[in-house]
C-alpha cells in the first residue's frame, strides 16, 4: 500500500460577463480575426465589480466539493494560487475558507504566475503525505482583467478571469493511482519578459502586465516539451503512455507546439483557450474540469498536467485518475 493524494473532485467557476473577439475591437485597436490567427483565442469572461479571486475561487470550490462527496468541514487545507489576490494580505484562501463556512484548517496562497497551480498541487501532494490533512481544496483563480493595460492590444486581448479548483485527498493505494511525480522549475533572470510593472514594494501601485511575446513563446515551447519529458522520466513512462494532456492554456500555437514537439497527437489534448483566454494560475484546473465533466478523462486514465508563466516559472504533473 502507498498513500498519495488522489484527485476526488473537480469544480470550476467563470465571471457572468463573456466577452467575444469583435465586442473587444469596439474598444481595443484589434479584429476577431487578428487576435484568433495568432492566439486561438474567441472569448474570455470578465469579471464584474462584486466578483473577485475569492467569490470565483469558492464558487469553484464549491462545485468541487460535490463532486467529491465532501463538506466544507472536511477540509484540512486550502492552497489558492494566484497573481491577482482580493487583498496584498490577507490570503485569498482565508477568504475562500470563510465563503465556504470551512471552520479551522491550513490555508495560504501560492503566487507563481501562470505555474501558480502546478505549484500548489506540488506543495498539497507533499503536504498531504505527511499527514498535514487528509483533504485539500487546491485552487487556480484569477483576476487578471484588473492589471491588464487595456491600451496595449498585444496583452489585454490574451487575459480572461475564472477559477478552477480539485479536491486532492490522501488514500493507501495498492495501485498507480493518484499523483505519481512533480517537477517544477524558476529562472528569474528572465523576469522582464513577462511581469507587472508594480507592486507594494515597488512602486506602491498594483501596475499592468507587461510582456515580451516573442520570447516568452520560444522559452515555453522549450520548457513545457522539457518538463513532460522528466516528468514522464521519473515514473518510467513515454508520451505514447498519456492518455490526456492538460496544458495551461496561453496561446494554441505554443500548445500545438508543444504537442508536436512531444509527438503527442492534438487529439489527446485538452484545448480551452479558444473559450477562456489565458486565465494564467486558473486555466489547467478550469480545462481539467472541463474535460472530466465532459467525460473525456476518465478514471484510469494517465493524465499530465503542465504550465509555464512569469518568473519565468514552470511545471508538470503526472497523475492517473
Known sequence: MTLRAILAGTGSALPRTRVSNAELAERVDTSDEWIVERTGIRFRH?????????????????????????????????????????????????????????????????????????????????????????????IGSETFSRILDWEDRTTCVLFGDGAGAVVLSAEEVEDDRGILATRLHAEGKYTDMLYVDGGPSTTGTVGHVRMQGREVFRHAVTNLAAVLGEVLADVGLSADDIDWVVPHQANRRIIDATAKKLGLPAERVVLTVDQHANTSAASVPLALDLAVRDGRIKRGDLVVLEAMGGGFTWGAAILRV
Not at 71 to 86: E, F, H, R, W
Not at 106 to 122: K, T
Open 46 to 138: 470578465i469579471a464584474e465589480p462584486d466578483e473577485t479571486t475569492a467569490t470565483l475561487g469558492a464558487d469553484a470550490a464549491k462545485e468541487a466539493l460535490a463532486a467529491a462527496g465532501l463538506q466544507p468541514a472536511d477540509i484540512g487545507l486550502i492552497i489558492v494560487a494566484t497573481a491577482t489576490p482580493d487583498n496584498t494580505f490577507p490570503a485569498s484562501a482565508t477568504k475562500v475558507q470563510a465563503l465556504l463556512g470551512a471552520p479551522d484548517c491550513i490555508a495560504f496562497d501560492v503566487a507563481a504566475v501562470c505555474s501558480g497551480f502546478l505549484y500548489a498541487v506540488s506543495v498539497a501532494d507533499s503536504m498531504l503525505r505527511t499527514g498535514a490533512a487528509k483533504h485539500a481544496l487546491v
